[in-house]
C-alpha cells in the first residue's frame, strides 16, 4: 500500500504500525513521489493525509479515480474537521487525531474487505440501452439516442459500473447499499457519501448528453434510472 504523508515522522510512524500488520508499505513524502510509485507499482490501498498540499494534487487526485483500468485506487483518507473535497471519494474517512493502531487495524480490515469483494470484469464489447440512454462498453460512454448532434459522455471506470447496474434494472429504485454491492462489490466497506459522490459524477457526465434528467434521487430510499424521463428533451 502507498502512505502519502509529508511529516516524515507521522509518515513512518503510521508505515510501522502497517508493516507489523504485515503489509508492504511504500511512502511518499509529496504528491510527486506518489504519482511516480502508482505508476511503476499499482498499489492496494492509498492511504493519504487530506490536510496536505498533496490532496490538492490535481494529477494525484485523477491517478486514485482510475482512468485506463476497470477500478479506481481504495483510498483512505486522514482529515481534520469535516471538510470534504469534491474530488476525492475515499472508502474510508478517518477523523484526526486518531491512534497509529486503530488507523492501522481500520485498514486491515478494509484491506481485507477488498480481498472478499471480487468484482465481474467491465464487459470490453456491446452496448447496454434503457429508454433512449445507450451506454457503449468498447467507447466507455453513454449517449442519449436521437439527440442532434449526436453527443457521447466518457465515463471512469466507478461511473460506467454505476450506469451499467442502474441500466440494467431500470425504472427501479437502488439502495445505497445495494449500489455499494454492485459496483463496489460485495462486502465492500464503502460509506454513503462515496455513493452519492459518484451519483453526482454520472449525472454531470449525463449532462453533457442533456440526459440528467434520467437518474433520478429518491429521498431516504436511493437512486433510480427513470426511462420516461429519457425521452424529454433538456
Not at 493502531?101 to 456491446?126: E, N, S
Not at 466507455?140 to 459500473?161: C, F, I, N
Not at 440494467?168 to 449500489?179: F, G, I, N, V
Request: some cysteine; charged content about 25%; aromatic content about 2%.
Amino acid at each position: 500500500m502507498l502512505v502519502i504523508v509529508e511529516d516524515a515522522m507521522l509518515r513512518e510512524l503510521i508505515a510501522a504500525h502497517l508493516r507489523h500488520q504485515g503489509h508492504i508499505v511504500l511512502p511518499a513524502g509529496s504528491a510527486a513521489d506518489a504519482c511516480r510509485l502508482i505508476n511503476e507499482v499499482q498499489p492496494d490501498l492509498v492511504l493519504l493525509d487530506g490536510d496536505t498540499a498533496s490532496a490538492r494534487d490535481a494529477t494525484l487526485a485523477t491517478l486514485l479515480q482510475g482512468s485506463d483500468d476497470d477500478r479506481s485506487i481504495p483510498l483512505v483518507l486522514l482529515q481534520s474537521g469535516a471538510v470534504e473535497d469534491d474530488n476525492l471519494a475515499p472508502r474510508l474517512r478517518v477523523a484526526k487525531p486518531y491512534r497509529p493502531q486503530a488507523l492501522a487495524d481500520a485498514v486491515h480490515r478494509l484491506l481485507q474487505a477488498g480481498q472478499a469483494a471480487m468484482r465481474t470484469p467491465l464487459p470490453t464489447a456491446g452496448r447496454l440501452r434503457a429508454g433512449t440512454l445507450e451506454l457503449d462498453f468498447e467507447m466507455r460512454a453513454v449517449q442519449r439516442l436521437g439527440a442532434t448532434p449526436t453527443r457521447w459522455a466518457d465515463l471512469a471506470p466507478t461511473e460506467l459500473r454505476l450506469l451499467q447496474h442502474l441500466l440494467q434494472h431500470p425504472d427501479r429504485t437502488h439502495s445505497r447499499a445495494e449500489l455499494v454491492d454492485a459496483v463496489w462489490g460485495v462486502g465492500a466497506e464503502v460509506d454513503t457519501r462515496t455513493v452519492d459522490q459518484y451519483v453526482r459524477r454520472l449525472r454531470e457526465a449525463l449532462a453533457t448528453v442533456q440526459a440528467e434528467a434520467a437518474l433520478k434521487t429518491v429521498r431516504g430510499v436511493g437512486y433510480r434510472i427513470d426511462q420516461s424521463a429519457t425521452h424529454a428533451d433538456a
